[in-house]
Structures are given as structure tokens and as C-alpha cells.
């Protein structure tokens, strides 16, 4: 389940037409993905040896920037991830590019997850997630956006529960993030994600999928943490699909319960 521009929407797709993507008669995926591997080891081996014998002997110290690298993004820096706050969603972070970056990812895993789904879980994610100012009108226009009615053509009762025997499954991965614009009090990032969403069950007809997107957050520094002020979502960049084989319902439910989610920092 994915709102966009603050508006609920669903996330979930019935599986496509199979084919190749570029026109041609499927593929052996998983032979020609073996050649693949072993010419980009030797790629990537013959690359590191060039870059070793070139390597001079200056102070390697001097070319590190105060800031991450312009070429890698996201990029890790060794900063400590930020502690769990209220409704289990990370606060706290820092005054600083990378601390709306960490804010923006884990957002963006609270804003499209099944938990949105459920009132009373919903009211706990606006209230931490959110500028204060925009709370409760928020709050009034996501019980609208996922009412009852709404709830029960994607399979789940009124209080965003699925069937006895199945397992609605909404769980987002950030892939990575970009500062498009910052200021001390301002932050716009964007988000590129990738997701499951649908309902894990021998008789569903909302099979779980993945799916790819990117969140745009409008962040506000705001009693001494980053709040989103606004968001927004559009679909990909997404991949050519690989030739994975499916797992089962119960495959899909147990992997959701025995697999936990993580807290993004820089």
C-alpha cells in the first residue's frame, strides 16, 4: 500500500504477460547469468590490478572530502544509526544532510507498510512521522483514503487485518537516497525503493509482487528532528525482471515473520 501526494492509492498488481522485455524469445536465464559473473570477476580483477600498480604513493588522505562522495550517494560514513522512537520508527536524527537523508529512508519504509493500513498503528506513524501542523489533517484524510471500503478490495477487514490463513505482506526497501535540495530549517530527498506488497494466501487473488518506486519527502527541521511536511511517490527506476522462481504463500508469510526490518542511517 503506497499513498502518494498524501492520498492512499494501492501498491499491489495482478502478475503481467510474461515475454522478454526486449522482444526476443526467452532466455536461459541462469546460464547466461553464470557467463555474465565470470566475465565481470575477471573484469573487475583486471581493474583492481591496473588501479594498484598505478596507485601513487601521496597521502590518500588529503582527497577525502568532509562530505560524501558526489559519485556514491548513499554512501556509508560510519555515523551511529539513530535510536528507535514512538511507534517503532527511528528518531532523533542529525541537524545535517545526512541526518534528512537517514529520516527520509526510514520514512519512506513507515509510510508503505502495512502498518499504515491498521487506525490505530496509522494515528501513531502521523504522529511521529509528521510536522505537527499538518497532523490531523492528515490523520482525517488517510482514514478516508483507506476506509473500510477500501480495505476489503485488497482482501483486509476494517482494521487493516487480512483472512484467517493469510498474510498481507507491504514492506519497502530503500535502494538509496538523493538531497535535491537543503537548507538549516529545509530538506527535499528523494528515495528509490523497492518493495513487496499483496497477500500471501492459497486463495488470494492479490498475489505478493514486487514492485519499484521513488518517494520524493519534503522534510522540516521541527522540535529538533527532521518531520516530513509533504511526499510524494512515482513509479521506478525499475529493473528488467530476473528469472527467480516464485515462492509459495506459505514460503512468502513465513519469511515476513521470521525476517525484521532494519533502521537506515548514513
Known sequence: MSPGDDTGRTRTRLPEAGGDPYGGARRNGRSSSRSLVTVVGVVVLLIAAIAFANRGGGDSGAEEGADSPKAAATAPTGEKPVPTGA????????????????????????LVSADILKPDRRAEIVRQVFVADKQAPLEDRFDKAYSKEFLSTIGLDENGNAAPGETYVSRTMPIGTKVTGY????????????????????KTTNPVTSDWFTMTLQLRWADGDWKVDSFAQKDGPAPVPGDDKASTAEEMAKAVQEYGGFTYAR
Open 183 to 202: 537548507s538549516d530549517t529545509d530538506a527535499t530527498v528523494d528515495v528509490w525503493c523497492s518493495g513487496v506488497f499483496g497477500t500471501a494466501g492459497e
Open 87 to 110: 511507534a517503532g520508527i527511528p528518531t532523533g536524527f542529525a541537524h545535517d544532510r545526512q541526518g534528512a537523508e537517514s529520516a527520509a529512508a526510514n520514512y519512506a519504509v513507515a
